[in-house]
Each structure stands twice: as structure tokens, then as C-alpha cells.
């Protein structure tokens, strides 16, 4: 059987048309699918770019806030420099960063104790440079005792002080704010100075050991008692104050808030006293820990003690030099 001219070519073309539309299915998918990767990774892209900008600033972060430490730590010596000449110019800076001209009986004394600081430093950095240096017991020791001489000079400029102006040196204005949050009646804890240098005295001997216990215990049960008649007195002062509260203002009224008021002003004369005992106690119990150790021990015991007292200032260096937002 013979096909016709006609029927092949209908079949052709048929063929052709199918092939024409499968390559145009194929076209169109492909075209689709390559919509959908560049899609997909336009996504991929814009997340690559936002990672490596997120990861960019976090840089820029970590970088500056390594700087301001690093400009912060650089500051220090300076700042602290700064102080020492403000107080010895009888200017004071607050916690809040206002300066005021010092004033009444504060004055000389804020410029001597910053003297004194001083002062203070060089015989700390003496004895540190001989302790470094391996320097024998005998030099050591003149150092050591040049040292406790030393602190003995500011007890008396501190009592003479608490003569004129008692709430200046039982408030602690003359010290910097960290060193404030740990003031006990004008000064450091004994008992708690004494756990501070126990872990960096070893090695102990027992008799030392039990010698340094006893010591801190004496010393917390005279500042229990201090603060116990510190307390009292508040307590005194506050109900004499409140006793001459009253409306009237009669001549009787007027003459028993008289009395009252120079019953208060008595009760605060005992202030002086207590600051007296709390360095009285502060001071015996440094010469009882020198008794106690040998010359190297006390010679470490005083850089321990210096370097704690000099991280406070630091520490309100850095606190009052703070980026405030």
C-alpha cells in the first residue's frame, strides 16, 4: 500500500509542530529554572553580603572598645598624677566631676595627706625595687621600718585633722570613691586587711599562722565594739534631737532646744574619739603584724597593702573617666 503525498506531509509536519513544542517546553523550563537558581542565589548573595557586614561592624566594635581600654589604661597614670596636683592646689573633685574650692580646716589637710601619698609611693617603690633586686634583711628592714614610721606620721595628721573637722575625716572625702565604699571610721578595717594579706604571706609557719588568726580576732572584736558605741551614740544623738521637737515657740521651749542642742554638740565631741581608737587599732595592729613576720614577709605584706589601696584609685580613675551616654 502506497501512501500519499499528502499524508506524509501532514505527518511531517505534525512531527515537527510536536518537536517545535517539546523545544519550546524545554526552553521555557530552562528559562524558569534559571529564573529560580539566580533567584536563589541573589538570596545567597545578599545574605553572604549582610554577613560580612554584620561581621565588618562587629570588628569595628571589638576594635574600638579594645582602643578606649587600651586609652583608658594609657589615661591612668595621668589621671592620677592630675589628682595629686589638684589636691595639692586645695582643689577637689567630686563624684559627680564638679570642682569646688576646698575650704574651712579640710584644706590643709587634704594637701598634706596628698603629701603624704606622695611621699608614701617613693618609699613604696624603694622597697619594691630592693625586694626585686634581692637586697639583704638589713637593708630591707631599714626600709621596711622607714615605712611604719611613715604611717604613723599620717595617724597624727589625721587626729589633728579630726580636731577641726571631724565629719571630713569620718566621712572620707579626702579619699577617692572607691576607697570610700570601704571606709571604716576614717580608714581601713584592720581585721579585714589581715585576711587580705594572709593568702599572700605563704608560706606561714604554724606559730605564725596562729599568731595572725589571733591578731585578726582582737582586731574585730575592738572594731565590733567601736561600731557598737558608734551606733549608741547615733542612736543617743538622735533621740536628744528629737526630744527638743516641738511647735511652740515659747521662751521655756526655746531655752530646753538650747540645752538640748548643747547636749548634741557635747554627744558629737565623742567623734573625735572614736576616730582616735580606729587608728590607734589600725596602727598597733600594723606594728604587731611586723613583730609577727620576718622582714621579707612585712616587706611583702606592705606591697600587697599598696598595691590594693592603688587599685581602688584606679579603679575611681577609671570610674569617674567613663564615656557617659
Not at 574600638?64 to 573633685?93: C, D, H, N, P
Request: aromatic share 6%.
Amino acid at each position: 500500500m502506497t501512501s500519499s503525498p499528502r499524508t506524509d506531509t501532514s505527518t511531517d509536519a505534525d512531527t515537527q509542530d510536536k518537536s517545535s513544542r517539546f523545544k519550546n517546553n524545554q526552553l521555557q523550563a530552562s528559562v524558569a529554572s534559571d529564573g529560580s537558581d539566580k533567584s536563589r542565589d541573589q538570596k545567597v548573595l545578599r545574605r553572604l553580603a549582610q554577613n560580612r557586614e554584620a561581621a565588618r561592624k562587629s570588628r569595628l566594635r571589638k576594635k574600638a572598645y579594645v582602643q578606649q581600654l587600651e586609652s583608658s589604661r594609657m589615661k591612668l597614670t595621668q589621671l592620677e598624677q592630675e589628682l595629686q596636683r589638684a589636691r595639692q592646689q586645695g582643689i577637689f573633685i567630686s563624684s559627680s566631676g564638679d570642682q569646688s574650692q576646698a575650704n574651712g580646716g579640710n584644706g590643709p589637710f587634704d594637701v598634706e595627706y596628698a603629701r603624704w601619698l606622695e611621699d608614701h609611693n617613693r618609699r613604696i617603690t624603694e622597697l619594691r625595687g630592693a625586694v626585686n633586686s634581692h637586697a639583704g634583711d638589713a637593708e630591707l628592714r631599714i626600709i621596711v621600718e622607714g615605712i611604719l614610721a611613715h604611717y604613723d606620721e599620717v595617724f597624727r595628721i589625721k587626729g589633728d585633722a579630726a580636731k577641726s573637722d571631724v565629719f571630713h575625716i569620718l566621712s572620707g572625702m579626702w579619699k577617692t570613691p572607691a576607697e570610700r565604699c570601704f571606709l571604716w571610721l576614717g580608714g581601713f578595717r584592720s581585721s579585714e586587711l589581715l585576711k587580705l594579706l594572709m593568702n599572700h604571706l605563704e608560706p606561714l609557719t604554724e606559730q605564725q599562722h596562729l599568731a595572725i588568726n589571733s591578731l585578726q580576732q582582737s582586731s574585730q572584736q575592738a572594731e565590733d565594739a567601736l561600731s557598737q558605741g558608734l551606733e549608741a551614740l547615733q542612736q543617743s544623738l538622735g533621740e536628744t534631737l528629737a526630744g527638743s521637737l516641738s511647735p511652740s515657740g515659747s521662751s521655756a521651749n526655746v531655752a530646753n532646744y538650747m540645752g538640748q542642742m548643747a547636749m548634741a554638740m557635747g554627744q558629737l565631741g565623742t567623734l573625735e574619739g572614736f576616730i582616735r581608737q580606729a587608728d590607734n587599732l589600725r596602727q598597733q595592729t600594723l606594728q604587731q603584724m611586723h613583730r609577727i613576720l620576718t622582714t621579707r614577709q612585712s616587706a611583702r605584706a606592705l606591697l600587697t597593702m599598696s598595691d590594693y589601696f592603688s587599685r581602688l584609685r584606679a579603679l575611681s580613675s577609671l570610674w569617674l573617666a567613663r564615656p557617659r551616654e
